[in-house]
C-alpha cells in the first residue's frame, strides 16, 4: 500500500489493485479524518433519533438478526486523484487508488428508520461514528436526503467480503451509499438522526462541496454557492502495462483494467484506443456483479511496428456520461475522472530495466517550531506531499491554528515561510 498518512491512517491501493475483480481487505484505501475508534460490541449501541416517532437504541445482536442484504459496491474517495489537478489544492494528495471493490453486507437503512418511524416533513439523515476528532478539528458527521436513506440499496455494513469489517473500515457497523462518493459512508456508526433540516456541520457546509459546473482552475468559490458531492462520475483505470514500460514488436500485450459510475447508473461502454484517441476498439469486459461494483475488461494487442502507443481507456454510463479529456477542476480537487491515458514504447528488443530507484532529494534539518507545532496530532508525510503556494500554506496554517496547533502567532509567518519554501507549487 503506498502510505499517505500513518496517523489518521490513510492508505492508497497501487495500481495492480485493479487487477481483480474483489478487492480483499488488506489491499483496500483506507481514509480517516480521526485516528480510528476502537469499538467494544459488548457496550456499543446504535441509537436512532431526532423526527422519529419511536427512538431506538439498538444492540448489534438485534441488527444482526434483522434481514441480511449483500450489496456490492465500489467505495471511491471523492479526493481520488487530487493529485492530478493543475493548480494544486491542499488535501491528500491521492492518485488513482483511493477507491476498491467490495462485498458488503448488512441490513437495510430504510428497515431501521421504519422501525424508528421516520415523521413527516423529515429531509435529511444525519450520521455520527465513535471516531474523536484529532486536536479541535469538528466532529465528522455527514447527512444524506431522506430519498437516498429510504433507497433500498442503502444500507448499514457489518460484513466486507464476507468477514466482519475491519477497524480501519468502520467495525462493527457504517453506512453504504452505493454510487456516491466515499464520504458519505460513516464509519463506526454509533447515532442516526433524522431531520427537518439540512445539516449544517462542517463537513456538510464547508468540506465535501464542488460547483457543480466547471470554474476557473485556481479561483476561489464560497461554499455557499457550492453543493456537496453526491454521485461518482464514470471512471476506468488501466492496471497493466505501467506507464513508461517497453514492450516488444510481435509480442501479445495484454492490457487490462476496470470501469465504474455512479449514481442510478451503470457502465453501458469501456473503449480503449492505442493511438492517442484517434481510433478505439472495445475490450472484452469480464463479470460484473451489479451496477454499483466495477467491471473489468481486457484487451490483447500485438503491435507490428516499433513505435510508441498511447494508451487510454474511456468508460460511457447509462446516464450519458462519458469520462472527459481534461478535468473539472473544483477547489477541493473531487471527483477527477479524465481518461487514463499511458505510454508504452515498442522496440524490437526490451533493454534491460535498470532497478536504480531515483534518488531522494535530501532534506534539511527543519526547524524547531514546525516540529513542535506542526508534528504532534499527525506525522511529516501529510505535508510532504503537498505542493503549494505561500497563499495556499498561510491558510492552511491558520485552519491548523483553528485546528488545534497552539504555535504563537509571532510564529506564524516563520512556519509559513518554511512551509512555503520547501514544499513549494511544482508541476507534477
Ligand atoms: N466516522 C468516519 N467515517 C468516515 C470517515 C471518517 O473519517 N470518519 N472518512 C470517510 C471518507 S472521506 C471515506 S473516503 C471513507 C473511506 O472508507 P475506508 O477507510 O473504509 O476506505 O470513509 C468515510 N467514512
Ligand atoms: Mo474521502
Redesign the pocket.
Known sequence: MIVRSQRPMDLEMPLDGFLTEWTPVER???????YEAKVDLSSWHLEVGGTVARPQKLTFETIQKMPKVDMPAV?E??GNGRAFHEPSMPGIQWEYG?V?NARWAGVRLAEVLKLAGVQEKSVEVVFD?A?VPVGTMPE?QRSIPIGKAMDPDTILAYEMNGEPLST???FPL?LIVPGWA??C????LTRIDVLRAPFEGFFMKTAYRHPGHAVKPGSAVDPALMEPVTRLNPKSVIATPLDGTETEVGKPLVVKGVAWTGGDSRINAVDLTFNGGMTWVQPQPGPYANQYAWRSWQYTHTPEEEGYLRIGVRATDGAGFVQPYVPAWNPSGYLWNVVHMIGVNVVKQRTAVSSKAPEAKRRGESPAIYRSNCIGCHEDDVITQQRLSRGQWEKEVEKMGRWGSKFKPTDKDAIVDYLANEFPYKKR
Open positions: 483496500f484505501f483506507t481514509r480517516s479524518h480521526d467505495l474517495c471523492a483511493a476498491g461514528g471516531d465528522f480501519l473500515h468502520g457504517r466515499g464520504d459512508w460513516v464509519k463506526w
